[in-house]
Nanobody, 126 residues
Framework: QLQLVESGGGWVQPGGSLRLSCKAS????????IAWFRQAPGKEREGFSC????????HMLNSVKDRFAISADNAENTVNLQMFDLKPGDTAVYYC???????????????????WGQGTQVTVSS
């Protein structure tokens, strides 16, 4: 069974940057969809970025598309999330998720993924 491990979280001041990584326990396949979600205290989990690994097609939530970038490193079986200009509102636990049997050629930000990592905390504060 596929396992996902997130890393790269931590504390950063507003305006700072972080790079999160999602490492898969198996080779990421070309048809896999990988997504990033986050859950802030007292809020529902929110999907904000996803990628179709083989085609590099991405989908980003409007609130982050100018500040975050998702990419796949097939050689390392890793999907990375580069985050710039972080704001206190970005504080959350960040999760990556995978769908190995997608029914659409386009990835989704809905909470329908099969496999999930354990999450990594991102805290943005001064």
């Amino acid at each position: 069974q596929l396992q996902l491990v997130e890393s790269g979280g931590g504390w950063v001041q507003p305006g700072g940057s972080l790079r999160l990584s999602c490492k898969a326990s198996e080779i990421i396949r070309q048809d896999d969809h990988i997504a990033w979600f986050r859950q802030a205290p007292g809020k529902e989990r929110e999907g904000f970025s996803c990628i179709v690994v083989g085609r590099g097609v991405t989908h980003m939530l409007n609130s982050v598309k100018d500040r975050f970038a998702i990419s796949a490193d097939n050689a390392e079986n890793t999907v990375n999330l580069q985050m710039f200009d972080l704001k206190p509102g970005d504080t959350a636990v960040y999760y990556c998720a995978a769908d190995r049997n997608p029914t659409s050629p386009f990835c989704t930000l809905q909470d329908t993924y099969e496999y999930w990592g354990q999450g990594t905390q991102v805290t943005v504060s001064s």
